[in-house]
C-alpha cells in the first residue's frame, strides 16, 4: 500500500480547503475532503466517474457551493463560500472538456472574447483584440492563423485556443479537465509541453485526466478521490499507473490479448477491396472474420474515422467494392447498412450516439422501433420495456429508473446505453469509433468484457482508437492507418505497444 500525505514535502499553498462537503438530493457527492495546491505546481486529480472530481472542481472555481463547515483558503483571503466572481479574482480559470468555444467565431475573436465583452465598451477595437490574441499565444509559443474560424481547426490547435483565452487574464491557476480526450499521443504530448513551460511561469495546473500514463507524465502531485472520500495525495514519483489504478477502484486490471476461438475460414463478414473515398482514404483491402475484434489505430487525420462512416454508409466511397456476410453492399446509407446487419457507435456519444434529455428506455430502443409495431401499427410498450430490462441488466447499466434522462447517467454508464442500443439491432459487424474515451478505467475494462463477449458469440467487431494499448490488448488484430492508407498489420499475441508506436511514429515523419 502506497503511503498518502505524509510524504509530501510542503511548499507555499495557492489554494488549501478544508472539510469540503456536498450533497445533492439523496446523494452525498463530497465526504469531509480536505485538498490543496501549491502555487505553480501541476497537480492531478484522479478517480473514476462518480469519484467526485467534478464537483470538487465546480467548488474551487465557484460554480458549486459547499456545504456549511467548509474552510477555503486562497493567499491571505479565507472563505466559507467561493463565488465565481471569488474565483476569477484569484486568478482562477477552467477549461471544460468541451472547451466551450465559439465555432463561428475566428481564432482571434475567441481568444480575445474576454476583453470584447468586459465593462462598457459600446465598440471593438480590432487592433487591441489582435494584440491581446497574439500575446496570448506567445506565452505557449504557438501561431495559429488568427482569421480562421474556429471549427475549421483540429480538436488539439482547438485547445490551445481555449488555452491562450485563459492566459488574457492574470492566470494563477489553470483547471483542465480531461484536455486530451481527442488528442492523438503526438498532440498529447505537445500539450503536456504547454503545460509544463506554464509551470515554469508559475501557473499552477490542475488536471483532470482518466488516462493514468498522462497523469505519471505530466504530475508533481496525485490527489485520489473515490466515492465522494480523498484516498490520499501522493508525489507522482512514488507510484505508478498500477498503483494509482488500485487507489482508484481497489482492484487490478490484467490485460491479456483477445485472442479467436477458432480459425479465420469461411466467408468473412467484411470483405473490402480497394475501397477509397476521395480526400479521405485509398485502397484499402480490409477483411473481418466472425469472432473477430480488428483494431485500427493511427495519427489524427489518418481516415480512420472516415472509413468507419463509409462502412456504415454515412460516407459513401467513390470506388471499390464490399461485400457483407458476402453480399455485395453500396455503402450509400445507414438505412442500408442496418439492414445488412452493420452497427455503428459513434467516436462522440453526447451528440452524435445518444438523445440526452430523452429517457435511458427511449435511447435503448430507439433502433428496434419497427420490429415491436403491432398489426395495427401500434408500439408493444410491453415487449419494449422487456428489451430494456434485459439490456440493462446484460450490461449492468447502473440505473435509477428506466425513465430517467440519459444525461444524468455517468460517462460509462451512458456508453453501456449505446452499445445497447446497437446490440438490440443484432448486427454481425459492430464498428466502435474510440468507444472508450472519456471514460475511466473501471468502466473502460467492463466496456473491452462486453466487446469481447459479442465477439465469442461470433460477432465481428471493429474497434477505432487512439490508443495502443486498447487495440492491443482488446484485439486479434491491429492495423495501422497512414494519410488514408492501411500501412500495416500486427499480431496481437506477438507485438507490443512500443513495436507499434515505433511504427506509428517512424511513418509519420
Not at 472516415?306 to 454508409?313: N, P, R, V
Request: glycine share 8%; with cysteine.
Amino acid at each position: 500500500m502506497v503511503s498518502g500525505d505524509s510524504s509530501i514535502t510542503m511548499q507555499s499553498s495557492f489554494l488549501s480547503m478544508q472539510q469540503i462537503n456536498k450533497r445533492y438530493t439523496g446523494v452525498q457527492a463530497l465526504f469531509d475532503v480536505d485538498f490543496d495546491i501549491q502555487a505553480g505546481e501541476i497537480h492531478c486529480l484522479a478517480g473514476t466517474n462518480g469519484s467526485g472530481k467534478s464537483t470538487l472542481i465546480k467548488i474551487i472555481c465557484g460554480v458549486e457551493r459547499a456545504d456549511a463547515g467548509a474552510t477555503i483558503t486562497i493567499g491571505d483571503s479565507v472563505y466559507t463560500q467561493l463565488s465565481r466572481k471569488d474565483a476569477l479574482q484569484h486568478g482562477i480559470q477552467v477549461i471544460y472538456q468541451d472547451l466551450s468555444l465559439f465555432p463561428n467565431l475566428t481564432v482571434q475573436e475567441n481568444i480575445s472574447i474576454g476583453d470584447t465583452m468586459s465593462g462598457s465598451k459600446r465598440f471593438i477595437s480590432w487592433k487591441q483584440s489582435r494584440t491581446i490574441a497574439i500575446q496570448a499565444m506567445e506565452q505557449i509559443g504557438i501561431a495559429l492563423p488568427l482569421d480562421k474560424k474556429v471549427a475549421h481547426l483540429s480538436m488539439a490547435d482547438q485547445q490551445l485556443v481555449a488555452i491562450s483565452r485563459a492566459l488574457t487574464k492574470d492566470v494563477r491557476l489553470l483547471i483542465m479537465d480531461e484536455p486530451t480526450t481527442a488528442l492523438t499521443k503526438k498532440e498529447v504530448d505537445a500539450l503536456l509541453s504547454v503545460i509544463k513551460d506554464l509551470n515554469k511561469k508559475g501557473v499552477a495546473t490542475l488536471f483532470i485526466s482518466h488516462k493514468l500514463n498522462e497523469l505519471m507524465t505530466v504530475a508533481n502531485r496525485i490527489t485520489v478521490l473515490r466515492d465522494g472520500k480523498k484516498i490520499g495525495c501522493y508525489q507522482a514519483s512514488d507510484i505508478d499507473a498500477k498503483k494509482l489504478e488500485y487507489l482508484m477502484t481497489g482492484t487490478t486490471s490484467s490485460y491479456t490479448p483477445y485472442t479467436l476461438n477458432k480459425e479465420r475460414a469461411g466467408t468473412p463478414v467484411l470483405c473490402c477491396t480497394k475501397l477509397s473515398k476521395k480526400d479521405n482514404f485509398h485502397d484499402i483491402d480490409l477483411t473481418v472474420y466472425p469472432g473477430e475484434i480488428v483494431g485500427i489505430t493511427g495519427l489524427l487525420g489518418s481516415g480512420r474515422t472516415e472509413l468507419a462512416h463509409s462502412l456504415f454508409g454515412l460516407n459513401p466511397p467513390t470506388s471499390g467494392t464490399c461485400t457483407i456476410n458476402g453480399e455485395p453492399v453500396a455503402l450509400k446509407s445507414v438505412q442500408e447498412a442496418v439492414s445488412m446487419g452493420v452497427a455503428c457507435v459513434p467516436e462522440n456519444r453526447l451528440s452524435d450516439g445518444l438523445v440526452l434529455d430523452q429517457s435511458i428506455s427511449k435511447n435503448i430502443v430507439m433502433t428496434i422501433l419497427d420490429n415491436h409495431l403491432s398489426s395495427l401499427g401500434l408500439l408493444d410498450d410491453e415487449g419494449l420495456h422487456e428489451k430494456v430490462l434485459e439490456y440493462v441488466e446484460a450490461l449492468q447499466i447502473k440505473i435509477s429508473s428506466p425513465s430517467s434522462a440519459v444525461k444524468t447517467l455517468s460517462g460509462g454508464n451512458q456508453q453501456r446505453v449505446v452499445l445497447a442500443k446497437w446490440i438490440a439491432t443484432n448486427p454481425t459487424l459492430f464498428i466502435l469509433d474510440n468507444p472508450t474515451v472519456g471514460i475511466d478505467v473501471a468502466a473502460k475494462s467492463s466496456i473491452h468484457s462486453i466487446i469481447k463477449a459479442l465477439a465469442e458469440e461470433g460477432m465481428a467487431v471493429l474497434i477505432i482508437s487512439d490508443e495502443i494499448a486498447e487495440v492491443l490488448y482488446n484485439c486479434n488484430r491491429v492495423l495501422v492507418m497512414n494519410r488514408g492508407r492501411i500501412i500495416g498489420e500486427f499480431d496481437s499475441s506477438s507485438t507490443t505497444e512500443n513495436d507499434i508506436q515505433a511504427f506509428i511514429d517512424f511513418h509519420a515523419m
